[in-house]
């Protein structure tokens, strides 16, 4: 069992940066592949990035040179940065963990189980 808390969401100009981070609480953190997506109003929640144990990430098209997911395994945390935000980046941001099976390829919400309550980014022009 986990349980993630989300923090550093905020509401910031177009073409600013936040970083996002998500502590993990309770036990296995290290061999967990672990995500962030995000929901807009009106919208499905949309897998935004993972990184698996081996610290190899994937990232929506979408976010792609834009955002970076990294984790730190001695504090349990997971982290977002994202930068060169854009108005089409608001929404609440989520972070996951798997049950550490390992990540099944692509950013996908069946394949995980655990979830934070979220942190809300709101990006204007």
């Known amino acids: 069992q986990v349980r993630l808390a989300e923090s550093g969401g905020g509401s910031v100009e177009a073409g600013g940066s936040l970083r996002l981070s998500c502590g993990a609480f309770g036990s296995p953190f290290n061999s967990r592949c672990l995500a962030w997506f995000r929901q807009s109003p009106g919208q499905e929640r949309e897998g935004v990035a993972l990184?698996?144990?081996?610290?190899?990430?994937t990232l929506a098209d979408s976010v792609k040179g834009r955002f970076t997911i990294s984790r730190d395994n001695t504090k349990k945390m997971l982290y977002l940065q994202m930068n060169s935000l854009k108005p089409d980046d608001t929404g609440m941001y989520y972070c996951a963990a798997d049950r550490g099976t390992g990540c099944a390829g692509g950013i996908r919400e069946v394949d995980f189980d655990y979830w934070g309550t979220g942190t809300q980014v709101t990006v204007f022009s």
């Open positions: 990184i698996d144990k081996f610290v190899r990430a």
